[in-house]
């Protein structure tokens, strides 16, 4: 009889085992497909295109305003955050996310923008940088609007290259229930769990165990932000070629290494992860410029990209109508926004989830376990074994 109840009790937990693995941990609706192949950008029209109505586009338009004449804010590096400050950026986004004032709510609307055919005049050219720069102006003040006192951080995703046990989402303090959640599969922790988008997908990152994917290159990073002999803009955006060594090819690799919505142009903005990173490259920018300056160089905005015609300087920017690609390189919309510098040795901006290494002199990342708790998350189905062990031992032991 007991051995009766023993395998009607496993074949019951193994059933309910792969139900549940299938409800939580994988990808039942296919929301992880391209919806927009960007090879086909130039089979398309060239004439401004957005897919959002104009009145949400005139909405886009007061924030942009509102961020050009707020006052300063200044942009940390998350993991720089205090606990209150960090708190406090998370709840904007997820009022953000409840504010159906806006169809279908505030933050998807902002997320539908990188949409569709919208990506092919802010990817592979000239207006990658100013037409993004734009897009974070506009997400910052619509958390603003919920919290003066909230700045968009920024993510520098190539610290996460020296973490002791293995630079992969899993291992980051970033993907922990304190920052974003879990990084495999469907986002089931932390604040932003289980978040549903307009098609009903739910927000989900996809694992990077094999270490496949790579972080940004802190070197290429470096030389883009202080080597002096790159000082020009056409240096670092792409042009006719796919080329790594640029910034938008950087970028790239932290889209990949996060997996899931992230690696797809039309799914990204849906998880927060990629207002953080963009913020990243966006301060990034801003200490080319810098440079630029001491240099005493005049940056012109040069026509270059894969798609040419749409980086033409008087495009107008898709879904931006009131403003054209050459517009993104206005200091004005840098003017308010002041980056503090990404942590430095020794103190590395006093965080608690960084330390110094003092052999490189370069801060790392502490053990999240000893500093926010893992985010780790077992499977039903490793409980279920757990507890057919258990009963095991008690009925025949």
């Not at 189905?381 to 095991?392: E, I, K, M, P």
């Amino acid at each position: 009889m007991k051995v009766l109840l023993i395998i009607v009790l496993f074949l019951t937990l193994v059933t309910d085992s792969v139900l549940s693995l299938d409800e939580e941990l994988l990808d039942p609706f296919g929301c992880n497909e391209t919806l927009f192949d960007t090879k086909t950008c130039h089979r398309v029209s060239y004439d401004y295109y957005c897919t959002i109505s104009r009145s949400t586009q005139d909405w886009f338009r007061e924030l942009y305003n509102e961020a050009l004449a707020d006052g300063p804010r200044t942009r940390k590096e998350i993991r720089t955050l205090d606990d209150a400050e960090r708190q406090a950026y998370i709840d904007a986004v997820v009022a953000l996310k409840n504010d159906k004032s806006v169809w279908p709510n505030k933050y998807d609307a902002i997320a539908m923008i990188h949409t569709n055919r919208t990506i092919c005049s802010v990817h592979k050219g000239t207006n990658f940088l100013g037409w993004h720069r734009v897009y974070l102006l506009i997400f910052e003040a619509a958390l603003r609007q919920k919290n003066k006192n909230v700045a968009l951080p920024y993510w520098a995703s190539v610290i996460d290259n020296y973490m002791d046990n293995h630079p992969i989402p899993n291992n980051s303090v970033i993907f922990t229930d304190v920052f974003l959640g879990n990084s495999d599969g469907i986002v089931r922790t932390g604040p932003f769990k289980y978040w549903k988008d307009l098609e009903n997908c739910t927000l989900q990152r996809s694992p990077n165990f094999n270490n496949s994917m790579r972080l940004m290159s802190p070197n290429i990073i470096d030389t883009i932000q202080n080597n002096l002999s790159v000082h020009h803009m056409k240096q670092i955006v792409y042009d006719e070629n796919d080329d790594w060594t640029t910034l938008e090819g950087q970028h790239n690799h932290a889209h990949d290494w996060v997996g899931g919505m992230m690696s797809i142009l039309d799914d990204s903005p849906r998880d927060p992860v990629f207002f953080l990173h963009h913020a990243f490259i966006d301060y990034t920018w801003t200490k080319f410029i810098r440079k630029q300056q001491k240099l005493f160089v005049e940056e012109e905005y040069e026509s270059v990209g894969q798609d040419v015609k749409r980086h033409y300087p008087n495009r107008t920017m898709d879904c931006f109508y009131w403003l054209r690609n050459v517009d993104g390189l206005d200091p004005k919309l840098a003017a308010n926004v002041i980056y503090e510098d990404s942590p430095e040795c020794p103190d590395c901006g006093h965080s608690k989830y960084l330390k110094c290494d003092a052999t490189f002199n370069i801060c790392i990342p502490d053990d999240k376990t000893e500093t926010a708790g893992t985010n780790r998350v077992y499977p039903l189905w490793q409980l279920h074994v757990c507890l057919l062990c258990s009963l095991f031992y008690h009925l025949f032991l």
